[in-house]
């Protein structure tokens, strides 16, 4: 029997009823890590407010949560509590390890800095490292920049973000997984339907509202477009919740496009969305390459995005989608009336050829990947 302990920042809470849920994808990445392992530990954070709709069960007592306490933030106090915390983390982490066979750490985060270095040096268990931000980023946090430096030198594989030209040989390009083989396939079949309709043309935002996901970049871009572009857009569909809601919602108050405002909403939800929008915009300065464009992309959704990190390694600006920089209200406009602009033909074309191999994005595959290339080799 195989085990694995895998340690992150993820959020969990307890619901009413007494159920543990967590973080709608990475619970289901991990429900689905259960066709190669028999039992997962995983060593993440509880929080004590109330659950987001967007939170899930484990489907398997298989897994089962080793509680954190909730750490990380931006303000002095919350580093010096990350750092307090850091005997109560290890302990916590030691206690998984002895019960499993494998781990899985999964960066960046706060509690990095210190149980990254204890992984490498104090810990015979075999395991791999998954850093899921952006490889590349040049101004990253210190802490960031501090947990890249140590995967880069020491020897167990990590997975990342897009194939560069100098990443070490441990270090392998793996596709984030966030689609089921059904799922692909009931794509196909909407993709293949799908027309754009410039009187109906609908485009969603999927991410936290905050500055650095763009959500404040996207508002003003497409507030900046004249009546007659404005026309063309029937909804714009915001999904997500953050401290910039409020804000957001002032922005476009008086506006005459009609922006919907959702939330924290399930997955299946969210799939749905999709399905009846013909553009996802995410202008963020920051990003590994998010799961939110390859789910929407999969249902027929071009992709309008910021050119960082592993992007245009899957998007082909002009012939699946739009890449744009710097990240600019001007340069994001530019690319969103190219969208309002495409003919129906322009579009199938665009939703059709699908450079991105969305079968890379599947469970089925990542799972196999694991095995072949971690498992056996770590």
């Not at 959020?11 to 990445?29: A, K, R």
């Not at 149980?115 to 998954?130: A, E, H």
């Not at 935002?205 to 497409?222: H, N, P, T, Y």
Request: proline content about 4%; some cysteine.
């Amino acid at each position: 029997m195989s085990k694995l302990t895998i340690i992150s920042h993820t959020e969990h809470y307890l619901t009413d009823d007494g159920q543990i849920v967590g973080l709608g994808s990475t619970v289901t990445e991990i429900n689905h890590l259960l066709d190669i392992f028999d039992e997962i530990i995983h060593v993440a954070m509880l929080h004590k407010v109330p659950a987001p709709p967007s939170a899930l069960p484990y489907t398997s007592d298989r897994v089962k949560l080793l509680e954190l306490p909730a750490l990380g933030g931006t303000k002095a106090k919350d580093k010096f509590r990350l750092v307090l915390n850091a005997p109560k983390v290890l302990k916590t982490v030691r206690k998984a390890l002895k019960h499993t066979d494998y781990f899985q750490f999964r960066a960046p985060t706060g509690i990095g800095v210190y149980v990254i270095p204890y992984l490498i040096f104090c810990c015979s268990k075999q395991g791999w490292f998954k850093y899921a931000g952006n490889w590349k980023q040049e101004k990253a946090p210190l802490a960031y920049r501090f947990q890249r430096w140590l995967l880069k030198t020491q020897k167990r594989r990590v997975t990342i973000n897009g194939q560069w030209p100098d990443q070490p040989t441990h270090c392998l390009t793996f596709e984030n997984p966030c689609l089921t083989l059904k799922e692909v396939a009931d794509g196909e079949s909407i993709r293949i339907q799908k027309r754009h309709n410039l009187s109906q043309m609908n485009m969603c935002f999927v991410g936290r509202l905050e500055i650095e996901k763009g959500i404040a970049l996207m508002i003003e871009s497409l507030l900046q477009l004249n009546p007659e572009e404005q026309s063309r857009i029937n909804d714009i569909h915001i999904v997500g919740d953050g401290i910039y809601r409020e804000a957001c919602m002032t922005m476009v108050k008086n506006s005459t496009l009609n922006f919907i405002f959702h939330g924290h909403i399930s997955r299946e939800v969210v799939h749905d969305i999709y399905k009846k929008c013909h553009a996802i915009v995410l202008p963020s300065v920051s990003e590994g390459f998010p799961k939110v464009v390859s789910e929407a992309m999969n249902y027929g959704c071009l992709p309008i995005v910021s050119n960082i990190s592993a992007m245009a390694h899957y998007i082909k600006d002009g012939e699946n989608g739009f890449l744009f920089f710097p990240i600019t209200k001007t340069e994001l406009t530019v690319k969103i009336k190219k969208m309002l602009n495409l003919s129906d033909t322009q579009y199938a074309n665009m939703i059709s050829t699908q450079n991105l191999e969305l079968y890379k994005f599947t469970y089925s595959y990542y799972n196999k990947r694991i095995n072949k290339e971690l498992i056996q080799h770590t």
